[in-house]
């Protein structure tokens, strides 16, 4: 071999690795760049997946007296009817997504609870479940307890809305849509456990139909549960053994050609032993001129089971421990009521609205109207008044 080919060797040898090491870099330049669209395209596609909206509520009310009907006094409070509530959803799939939703209320010193928190699935037959903590869907507006804007009222007639004592539990549900011609049928089905305030509901189930059809929706909803009280919680631990045995049974009707608007809803909720029977109801008229729409609530509930007490007596607080506070049993649970509310909701903006309310409430007969106050007044002996007004203004609002 001539001197200078080897002489030109090392040269080659020298060129090519640069050249291999130039390819090498370049060739981790690209994928670094590759995986960093990827990463942004997995970002974006993430992004796209999550949506956020919320609503709120800020509200001001008082009342005429101290019955403390809808928590309200005599001093006005801006606490009782604000709130602020957030709710995200994140797609996993096409067809599988979670749902979050936070709600801080002034009551609770804006405290954020969760009120719903579950998983959502649609399978290929169009049934859809869920599981983690639910709505209890007892009510026409279960789903939108705390989204004002979304109801008529400055607040749901207490004389219904008032009687189930949690709206939250954590368990399963699932539902399926009949489609027709005009309308559709919706069934729910649903089954969980709750605890509120030391009370446990265990067992519940129940299921709900709905029908839609042109401007009318039909509703009714049948539900059980086993109740539970601890020994602390007076007066109910000697009203309720354990595990009672709780029905609710419900129906509603509404009509909305974008005028006129007719919601109305009856409900009956019983329980085992000495524990109220109540028997409520509710019917709403408005009409919509332009932005503005006046409305009026007739609202009633009553006891069904007064005779059951009859001259018996419940511990109303350290029964057994030397000072007890015996009381009749009708005192707490026997109840009447009847509310007349007028009120007027303007559209201040396409994602606000505004409310004046003013609710009388009386007809208690010889029964304290199942308010605290007044029994509270019974009680220590003191006289009550015979009625109460109290007087709303609410601002309610999504985004």
Request: aromatic content about 12%; charged content about 20%.
């Amino acid at each position: 071999m001539d001197l200078r080919a080897w002489q030109a060797l090392p040269i080659c040898l020298l060129s090519g690795a640069v050249m291999a090491d130039e390819a090498l870099e370049q060739r981790v330049n690209d994928l670094e760049q590759e995986v960093q669209v990827l990463r942004e395209q997995n970002q974006d596609n993430a992004f796209d997946r999550i949506s956020f909206n919320g609503f709120y509520s800020v509200g001001i009310n008082q009342a005429n007296n101290n019955l403390g009907y809808a928590g309200s006094t005599d001093e006005y409070d801006f606490n009782n009817l604000t709130l602020v509530g957030l709710q995200g959803d994140f797609a996993l799939a096409d067809s599988t997504s979670v749902t979050v939703q936070l709600v801080a209320r002034g009551e609770d010193d804006f405290s954020p609870d969760v009120e719903w928190a579950y998983l959502k699935h649609t399978f290929d037959n169009y049934i859809t479940v869920r599981g983690g903590k639910l709505r209890l869907p007892m009510y026409m507006y279960s789903d939108y307890l705390e989204v004002g804007y979304a109801q008529p009222w400055a607040r749901p007639p207490e004389e219904v809305y008032g009687f189930v004592p949690f709206n939250s539990f954590v368990g399963v549900d699932g539902s399926y849509d009949f489609e027709f011609d005009n309308s559709t049928l919706t069934v729910q089905g649903f089954w969980g456990q709750s605890e509120e305030d030391g009370t446990k509901y265990d067992d519940i189930l129940g299921a709900n139909l709905t029908w839609a059809i042109d401007d009318f929706t039909v509703r009714a909803v049948y539900g059980v549960t086993k109740i539970t009280v601890a020994d602390t919680n007076y007066p109910d631990r000697d009203a309720l053994a354990d595990k009672n045995k709780s029905d609710f049974l419900g129906a509603g009707l509404s009509y909305d050609n974008g005028s006129l608007l007719v919601v109305s809803e009856v409900t009956r909720a019983t329980v085992e032993g000495e524990y109220s029977d109540v028997d409520s109801g509710y019917l709403t008229l408005g009409y919509r001129f332009g932005k503005a729409m006046p409305y009026g609530t007739v609202a009633g509930m009553k006891t069904q089971d007064d005779d059951e007490r009859e001259g018996k007596l419940v511990c109303v607080a350290a029964c057994g421990t030397g000072s007890d506070a015996m009381a009749p049993s009708s005192w707490i649970y026997d109840g009447k009521r009847t509310s007349y509310s007028l009120g007027l909701r303007y559209e201040l903006l396409s994602n606000l609205s505004v409310k004046f309310d003013a609710t009388l409430v009386n007809g208690f007969g010889d029964t304290n109207g199942l308010l605290e106050n007044k029994v509270a007044g019974q009680l220590s002996g003191q006289d009550t008044p015979d009625s109460t007004t109290v007087y709303s203004i609410v601002f309610d609002g999504v985004f």
